[in-house]
Structures are given as C-alpha cells and as structure tokens.
T-cell receptor
C-alpha cells in the first residue's frame, strides 16, 4: 500500500504567480488534511476535506488560498498571487475511512514552496 | 482554550542516557493522542496512538504512556539515530491539535 504522495516535492514561484500543490491519499483513506510548517516551527492546520466536501477550513487564510478534493483525482491546495510569506513546507495527511476522519494521520513527504 | 504543550523544546542526551518527553493537553473530550517522529526535511512519521488513561504502547526503545492530563514518551538507552523532532497531537473528534514538538539530539 503506497503511502501518501505529494507533488511536486519542491516548487519555486515568483511573487504574483500561482502555486498548485497535489496530494494523493493512501488507499482506503478519504479524509485529507493540509498543514503548513515554517522552519523550526510546528505544524499549522489549514484545511480538512473529504471527497467533494470541505469539512473545516478554519485554518485557511481568507484570501488567495483554496483547497479541493474532487471525486476523482488528488486533493489540490491552490495559492494564488503568491507572496514571500507563503514560502514554507506544506504537508498533506490522510486518515482511514473507518475512523470518521479522526484516527491516526499519515503524512506525505511535503512540498517545499519557495517564493522569489 | 484547547491546546497541546510539549516540553522541553529541545533535549540533548548522551547515547544510552534514558529520558522522557512530555505532552500536556487541555483539550476537552480527548478521543485520541498521537505521537509522531519528524526528521529534517521529511513528513511526520506515525509512532503511536493512545486512547485512554493508563494505556501504554511500546516500540523498540520508545514507550508512550497516557494519563488524564498528559502523555510521556520514554526513550530508553537512546542511540544517535533516535535524533529527531517528536510531535504530539490530540483529537476530540472535532479537531486535531498539534504541539510544537521536542527536538531530541542524541550524541554518540
């Protein structure tokens, strides 16, 4: 069973461009979480999604950030008009279906976004 | 306020020197507590889940315990390869709450 997959692993964008981060959860997992981590800091919750639904987006900035998890395909975190402050590691985690979304989370390797 | 606090922030040990990491929480309605290990530049790796006070889990040199207010991650005779940041997370089936982690450095 493949683990959580994220791509790209590294992404470089210039200010004002768009960044798209993809996450494929583990097989049998339909709950996806996105986190942001700055160097030497903890994980900051951004959004919790199930297939075709946003369950909790209380950690998402109100502007420029959006997330989706379509019926088919990976979950996508989209950042429009990136600024230098968006530079961080973005981690995706998935949780097994039988736990109601609140069982142990399994993390992907992360996408490191650098905004020039 | 619901929160998770980990201490110490950083810990330096000599190889073989046993110690414990602490995770205290004020989250109401605890439904699960999780420990993770994170190496630099990588995603957190799941270690343990604890569900109720008195529960214990072991894996190699690591042992996790849980009380009603806190959890401990005991490291017995650590080796340099145990160096990492250890994260604690709590869920009340409404949200997940992560601590800021303890950065462990084990010197040979």
């Amino acid at each position: 069973n493949a683990g959580v997959m994220q791509n790209p692993r590294h992404l470089v964008r210039r200010r004002g461009q768009e960044a798209r981060l993809r996450c494929s959860p583990m097989k049998g997992h339909s709950h996806v979480y996105w986190y942001r981590q700055l160097p030497e800091e903890g994980l900051k919750f951004m959004v919790y999604l199930q297939k075709e639904n946003i369950i909790d987006e209380s950690g998402m900035p109100k502007e420029r950030f959006s997330a989706e998890f379509p019926k088919e395909g990976p979950s996508i975190l989209r950042i429009q008009q990136v600024v230098r402050g968006d530079s961080a590691a973005y981690f995706c985690a998935s949780s097994p279906d039988g736990t109601g979304g609140f069982g142990e989370q399994f993390f992907g390797p992360g996408t490191r976004l650098t905004v020039l | 306020e619901d929160q998770v606090t980990q201490s110490p922030e950083a810990l330096r040990l000599q190889e073989g020197e046993s110690s414990s990491l602490n995770c205290s929480y004020t989250v109401s309605g605890l439904r699960g507590l999780f420990w993770y290990r994170q190496d630099p530049g990588k995603g957190p790796e799941f270690l343990f889940t604890l569900y109720s006070a008195g529960e214990e889990k072991e894996k190699e040199r690591l042992k996790a315990t849980l009380t009603k207010k806190e959890s401990f991650l005991h490291i017995t005779a650590p080796k340099p390869e145990d160096s990492a940041t250890y994260l604690c997370a709590v869920t009340n089936f409404n949200k997940f709450y992560f601590g800021s982690g303890t950065k462990l450095n084990v010197k040979p």
